[in-house]
């Protein structure tokens, strides 16, 4: 097996606020290998975001990374702990943009409302590559054509609202990939976008990473988005990986309470003649001030055994078919997964 | 674009046009006139006999109807004739010859020395939030807000006059007052000028500095900086392309009333500082009712007003691609 391009070891990031402290990640740990597409699945604020803001060390104040590693395989073989770098020194900026780069969820605001398209772009390629403003330029008309944008050679000097959101979500995606980066993070990138458009976007994304054979982190709360771009899921609650595995895995055979109640929150054509009702996860995201001991999901789940449960916090722990799980009871709970056709 | 330009060009003579009345009638609103505030003035010891007054009233036109006042002015303004100060006993054309250019010699300065002040400093006091630099100037900013200009004016001729000996107020000192241009004088009048623009500006910088430190705030936490700065810019270089390219247009979009604001709105601490401006000569137009005096000031400082929203909103335009002419 080839050597990961990615690998998050115990990741904590926290924001220490007057109030008390959040630890939005707690001890997360994944790994990309090059070329794969891993998904990351959660509720809003189970830590997602900052998970990858933290990757490219632009985590907004006051979040600070508190511990743990991540390590990137560079283009040499060499690998580098970003935890490590000066966020604002040189090395890190070397790496934004032109060996990792991301894609925002709402490409209205993400784009610059007083630059054009081809400035915004066209920068990346003065910066990274070193190209000459005018053969930015041109560079950048190629990279609009790239994402099937049409009309690229006018669209280059318009403005984001000059053009619509689907759009603008091509250019965010030219943006990012105009330096050949190895590792694209999306960060809910199909979210604002209605479901016409979403396909498209998606449909442009596993065209170009089997083009160029870079890495994905997909990050989204839409498990029917997980099913149609990744091979790999990895599930997080309250900024811990409860899940990893397989999508295929994930799907037919959840291991973690938390993954089987999101599955059947989704809802299914034929459900309401069926009389079955669309399950919500049961309770809300606790007061995040707050720790309590044992499992972090005990008090919306629905098998706390309110022993072990709610004294002994979980570890993450393998149990087959490349699935990881953080539960004392996954063997025994033979949780339902859902049906039906998971493209490989 | 063009014709955005004619529409707005017709608006402004038709606006033009409007304050001229209401300049000329409001001038004229306090009881009495002229004559009546230049009787008392004199009236201490001699009487004047009424047919006097009847004679002076004649000799100025003020026994005319007020419309048939306003169209007199106003075709003689269209001639260059801005017609005479009563109280000065000159031409107003003459007066404003004489005050203008020193105005617009401080008042452009001015402007460009709040604007290159309070620009910098509002966006490191953005970018740097809370830290001791930001609340060392949000601390000079409040105080600079809070003092009115004259008094800071007051404060500086009484520290100048009695720790150093030296001369603060008008624009010449005494020995370069008559003396005819050279050098010296250049440079006299440039140092006071500064302190001038210095004391002028305070209050307009505090105030810009503060509204480009909330508008750059307001920016900096928006999606495209993020974007920004994950494309590996480094931080001063997306902050000055960015959000404060974004942040910045509103506050040169206030360019335009400052024009105004400079020239009317500094009578007292152009008096109290003896400049040789328009303001204190608006101030006592005023006073004494020397109507034509200041009418042609107010139609001046209007037209003013509306050249210089008319440039503030061509700047929007330029500054920011999603406004629509």
Known sequence: MADPLLTIEDLRTHYHMTQGTVRAVDGASLTVMPGQTVGIVGESGCGKSVMLRSILRIVPKPGRIEGGRIALRREDGAVTDLTALDPDGREIRAIRGAEISMIFQEPMSSLSPVHTIGNQIGEALVLHKGLKPREARAETVAALEHVAMPRADRIVDMYPHEISGGMRQRAMIAMALCCNPRLLMADEPTTALDV????????????????????????????????????????????????????????????????????????????????????????????????????????????NDGAACVTEAPALRPVGNGCEVRCHHAERLGLAGVRGKVPA | ????????????????????????????????????????????????TQDAVLALRQQFGLDQPMIVQYWRWITNILQGNFGLSFQHQRTVGDLLAERLPLTLAITIPTTIFVYAVAIPIGIYSAVRQYSVGDYLFTFVGFIGLAIPNFLLGIVLIYVSTRYFGGNVGGLFSPEFENAPWSFARVMDVSRNMGLAILIIGTSGTAATMRVMRGMLLDELSQAYVETARAKGLS????????????????????????LPAMISGTEITATVLNLPTTGPLLLNAVRSQDMFLAASIILILSILTVIGTFLSDLLLVWADPRIKV
């Open chain 2, 1 to 48: 674009m063009g014709s955005y330009l004619v529409r707005r060009s017709l608006q402004m003579v038709v606006i033009v046009v409007i304050i001229s009345m209401v300049a000329f009638f409001v001038i004229q609103l306090p009881p009495g006139d002229f004559v009546t505030s230049y009787v008392s003035s004199i009236a201490g010891g001699d009487r004047i």
């Open chain 1, 196 to 303: 016409t458009t979403q396909a498209q976007i998606l449909a442009l994304m596993r065209r170009l990473q089997e083009e160029s054979g870079m890495a994905i982190l997909f990050v989204t709360h839409d498990l029917g988005v997980v099913a149609q771009m990744t091979e790999f899921v990895v599930i997080m609650y309250l900024g811990r990986v409860v899940e990893t595995g397989p999508v295929r895995e994930i799907y037919h055979a959840p291991k973690h309470p938390y993954t089987h109640a999101l599955l059947h929150s989704i809802p299914k054509l034929g459900q309401r003649r069926a009389g079955a009702r669309l399950r919500s996860v049961a309770g809300g995201l606790p007061d995040p001030y707050l720790r309590q001991a044992g499992c972090p999901f005990a008090p919306r789940c629905p098998h």
């Open chain 2, 235 to 258: 931080e001063w270089r997306l902050i000055l392309k960015y959000p404060v390219r974004v942040a910045v247009s509103p506050v040169l979009s206030t360019v335009g009333f400052t």
